[in-house]
C-alpha cells in the first residue's frame, strides 16, 4: 500500500480501514484494467481519504475552516487541504478526498471509485452482503453500483431527517441525469 502520510493522525483501527479500502480499489482497478498511472491516483485517494479522520477540531481548523459543514465530515476538506499543502498537486485526487463523506458531481473516477470503496470494504459490519455483491459487480457496472450506493447512502440521510449539502444533491441529479 502507498505509504500513510507523515501527517496524519490515524489509531491503529483506521489503518486497518484505510488499507481494506486501498486493497478493495486495487482489486478493482485490476478487474477492470484501469492504466497504471490511474491505479495510482485510486491509491493516493485511499490513503489520503481518512488521514486526518482522528484529529482534534483545532488541528483540522488549522488545514481548512469548517464553513457549515457537519463536524464528522470536517476530516475530508482538511485531509485534502494537507495533502495540497505537502505536495498532492492531482485535482481530481484533491475533490476525491475532500467530498468523499458527501458526493461532488465534479469527480472524475477517482472520487468515484473512493466513494464505493469506503463504503463497501469488508471491515465494515452490518449489511456484510449485499456490499459484497455490490463490491463482486463494479468490474461490470460500476456506474450502476454507483447509483445504488448513492441512492442507499443519501436515502439513509433523508430518513434520518439530516439535511442534505448542495454538493450531495447536486452529485444525485447528475448520477440520475438530471443535472
Ligand atoms: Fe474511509
Keep these: ?48 481519504h481518512d488521514a486526518l479522520k482522528d484529529a482534534g477540531p483545532e488541528l483540522l481548523a488549522s488545514y481548512a475552516p469548517q464553513g457549515d459543514w457537519p463536524d464528522k465530515l470536517w476530516h475530508g476538506p482538511a485531509a485534502a487541504a494537507a495533502a495540497a499543502r505537502h505536495g498532492e498537486t492531482d485535482p481530481g485526487v484533491l475533490s476525491a478526498v475532500r467530498y468523499h463523506s458527501v458526493g461532488f458531481a465534479g469527480w472524475d473516477s477517482v472520487g468515484r471509485a473512493l466513494y464505493l470503496a469506503d463504503y463497501l470494504e ?6 456484510v452482503e449485499r456490499r459484497a455483491d455490490w463490491a463482486d459487480r463494479i468490474p461490470e457496472d460500476l456506474d450502476g453500483v454507483l447509483r445504488e450506493v448513492a441512492a442507499q447512502r443519501i436515502g439513509a440521510l433523508i430518513a434520518a431527517g439530516q439535511p442534505l449539502l ?3 444533491w447536486e452529485f444525485w441529479n447528475q448520477l440520475v441525469g438530471a443535472a
Excluded at 32 to 44: G, K, M
Excluded at 122 to 127: F, L, N, S, T
Aim: avoid cysteine; hydrophobic fraction near 45%; proline fraction near 5%.
Design 166 to 168: 448542495q454538493e450531495t
Design 1 to 48: 500500500m502507498t505509504a500513510i502520510p507523515a501527517w496524519a493522525v490515524v489509531k491503529p483501527k483506521r489503518v486497518k480501514h484505510i488499507g481494506r479500502v486501498a486493497t478493495l480499489l486495487d482489486e478493482w482497478a485490476g478487474a477492470l484494467r484501469i492504466d497504471q498511472s490511474q491505479a495510482e491516483r485510486w491509491q493516493r485517494a485511499a490513503v489520503l
Design 122 to 127: 469488508p471491515g465494515r459490519i452490518d449489511q
